[in-house]
């Protein structure tokens, strides 16, 4: 019964220690560096990019998130400690649209309104 007694304050003190730890390892990645980069997408109109920018920005990690319709391009800017750029891709496939090299997902691409749909 004393072991057991005397062992609980050393696992508080031990599971305080790696709380302030993990609170230590997360704040040095919020603080972390973010990184940008441009992906080629497939968005047809001011439905799709709301929708992408809405989805990709709210994704753990990604910082900002802009569609140019015009260049039919995703700017983002992410943590790479947190998410990876082809995480975010195959988030934007998902959607029904195409990511680089990747093809969209061909039951979300057939849900999409016809204005969205590639021409
Ligand atoms: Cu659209």
Redesign the pocket.
């Known amino acids: 019964m004393r072991t057991i007694r005397n062992s609980i304050p050393a696992f508080l003190l031990l599971a305080g220690v790696l709380f302030v730890f993990a609170c230590k390892s997360s704040e040095s990645v919020a603080g972390g560096t973010y990184v940008s980069a441009v992906i080629t997408t497939s968005?047809?109109?001011?439905?799709?990019?709301a929708?992408i920018e809405g989805v990709v920005g709210e994704m753990k990690g990604v910082r900002s998130a802009k569609v140019d319709l015009a260049s039919k391009t995703l700017s983002v800017r992410y943590s790479k400690d947190k998410i990876s750029l082809d995480e975010i891709r195959k988030e934007v496939t998902g959607l029904g649209y195409r990511a680089d090299q990747m093809a969209p997902s061909a039951t979300a691409y057939q849900a999409?309104?016809a204005?969205?749909k590639k021409k």
Do not use: N, S, T, Y
């Open positions: 968005a047809e109109c001011d439905m799709c990019k929708k999409l309104p204005c969205c």
